[in-house]
């Protein structure tokens, strides 16, 4: 019984868990933001090299 209660109590894998998805998430937002950025740096090479 002892072992059941402490295993109920025991909080360790729902942080683990909260964290890797907090870290997901980061991933997700990085992922955009770096997609967004290599299409505009794209578009703007572009542009430059049709001036040149």
């Known amino acids: 019984m002892k072992f059941v209660n402490k295993f109920a109590?025991?909080?360790n894998?729902?942080?683990a868990i909260e964290y890797?998805?907090?870290a997901g998430l980061i991933a997700v937002v990085i992922i955009g933001?770096?997609?967004t950025i290599g299409t505009d740096l794209i578009a703007k090479f572009t542009e430059i090299s049709a001036v040149l």
């Open 9 to 11: 109590r025991n909080e």
């Open 13 to 15: 894998g729902a942080t």
């Open 20 to 22: 890797g998805l907090i």
């Open 33 to 35: 933001a770096v997609t």
